[in-house]
T-cell receptor, first 114, second 110 residues
Framework: NAGVTQTPKFRILKIGQSMTLQCAQD?????MYWYRQDPGMGLKLIYY???????DKGEVPNGYNVSRSTTEDFPLRLELAAPSQTSVYFC?????????????FGPGTRLLVL | GQNIDQPTEMTATEGAIVQINCTYQ??????LFWYQQHAGEAPTFLSY????GLEEKGRFSSFLSRSKGYSYLLLKELQMKDSASYLC???????????FGKGTRLSVIA
């Protein structure tokens, strides 16, 4: 199993540009999550999904959109990039979000908005 | 509201023992997790506590007191490779996503 994969690893965007961060998992997990991590800060939840076709907002959803058309994929869309979106983005998944289940993280995408 | 507090940085000597504390105030509680994150890498799971007491896994142990809203991660026989950030995370209810603290950056020195 590849686990959770993310592309690209690193990207530089200009202010106002758009991009999609890709996330895929091959563990047949129902739950998937997007977090961002700023320097010296913990992980903040952007969006999450409990299954194909179902998404919900996290703590910091503004400026982002998601979709979940398949169990495997959970892309994160930035429509109008702003410097405040410079961060490291982690995608994660878990089988069914159960109480004792850990979340498995992808390697992250580093995004720089200039 | 939710508040999870950890010290920002700690330094310890190779071969020693270090305790990283985490206090939490959340609207509910359904388990506490510890993750390790090396610089530039993804967090990886270390331990899970849902009942009061100590869970031991090799050199790492984690303790929970639900009445005090308190947990600690104990690392024994420190090695240089233990230099990393340690993240405390709480699951508030049912199967909601984890809420993370800001993490503690541990430096192990010779």
């Amino acid at each position: 199993n590849a686990g959770v994969t993310q592309t690209p690893k690193f990207r530089i965007l200009k202010i106002g540009q758009s991009m999609t961060l890709q996330c895929a998992q091959d563990m047949n997990h129902n739950y998937m999550y997007w977090y961002r991590q700023d320097p010296g800060m913990g992980l903040k939840l952007i969006y999450y999904s409990v299954g194909a076709g179902i998404t919900d907002k996290g703590e910091v959803p503004n400026g982002y959109n998601v979709s979940r058309s398949t169990t495997e994929d959970f892309p994160l869309r930035l429509e109008l990039a702003a410097p405040s979106q410079t961060s490291v983005y982690f995608c994660a998944s878990s089988p069914s979000g159960g109480a004792g289940e850990t979340q498995y993280f992808g390697p992250g995408t580093r995004l720089l908005v200039l | 509201g939710q508040n999870i507090d950890q010290p920002t940085e700690m330094t310890a000597t190779e071969g020693a023992i270090v305790q990283i504390n985490c206090t939490y105030q959340t609207s509910g509680f359904n388990g506490l997790f510890w993750y390790q994150q090396h610089a530039g890498e993804a967090p990886t799971f270390l331990s899970y506590n849902v009942l009061d007491g100590l869970e031991e896994k090799g050199r790492f142990s984690s303790f929970l007191s639900r009445s005090k809203g308190y947990s600690y991660l104990l690392l024994k026989e420190l090695q240089m490779k233990d230099s990393a950030s340690y993240l405390c995370a709480v699951r508030e209810t049912g199967n909601t996503p984890l809420v993370f603290g800001k993490g503690t950056r541990l430096s192990v020195i010779a």
